[in-house]
Every structure is written in C-alpha cells, then in structure tokens.
C-alpha cells in the first residue's frame, strides 16, 4: 500500500470503532494521534474495558483486543509528552498525504521547543 493513501486517526475509540464496524482496515492506519494517557498494561486494559461498554458496546472483547493491540504500536499519545489533546470534531481519519495541509488549516505544529516530533513508539513514519 502506498504511504501516501495511509490513514492518520485522531481518536482511539472512534477509530477502533470504524475498524470493527469495516469501514477502515487495519493495514490502511499509519498512525492515531490520541489523547489518552495510557502509561503502562493496566492503564491500557482500564481503557479497553472501559471503552468495550461505551464506544465498543456490542463487540466480541477478542476483536477489541486484537486490533488495541495492533495499533498500539502506531499510538501517539500527546498528553504523555505534556502537549495538549488535538480535539477534532467530526474528523476522525485523514490521508497520510494531506496530513501536514490539515495541521496547517488547523494551525498546529509537530514539533515543540523541545524537538519532540509526532511519531509512533517504534518509528513506523517521518
């Protein structure tokens, strides 16, 4: 698949959502920009199962964890780094090649004072 055509997600329970409900596929996220605040396993497994009776509500807990776990690596949590939650409203996906054109609409950045740059944990872009 061509990075460009590539997904940048903006929420995780709403993008775990359109995973479950087929309107994404897991090979077309490059990244999700959240603004959970997930530190370790258990902060991780309090939001799934919180999520699960919410946003998720109706779903096999199987296919919950088997996409959590699959995007995890492709997390960016901003309130980890001390940098403001983007919040998007009605926005959830945009195309990797129109990423940097959206945060220019939206007048932000991805790189602070202190060149921490808006990648994944295990560097899977930029």
Not at 78 to 105: A, H, M, N, Q
Not at 111 to 120: F, G, K, M
Request: with cysteine; charged share 20%.
């Amino acid at each position: 698949m061509d990075i460009n055509s590539m997904l940048v997600g903006f929420s995780w329970s709403f993008c775990i959502k359109d995973i479950l409900k087929g309107k994404v596929q897991l090979d077309q996220v490059i990244a999700i920009i959240s603004g959970t605040r997930m530190q370790n396993q258990a902060d991780f497994m309090h939001v799934i199962e919180s999520y699960s009776k919410s946003y998720w509500k109706g779903y096999p807990m199987d296919k919950i964890l088997e996409i959590a776990y699959e995007l995890a690596p492709k997390l960016w949590q901003s309130r980890i780094y001390g940098i403001d939650p983007i919040y998007t409203i009605g926005i959830e996906w945009v195309r990797f090649d129109k990423f940097s054109e959206y945060l220019k609409c939206r007048r932000m950045h991805l790189v602070d004072d202190h060149n921490i740059h808006l990648v994944p944990s295990q560097s899977y872009w930029l």
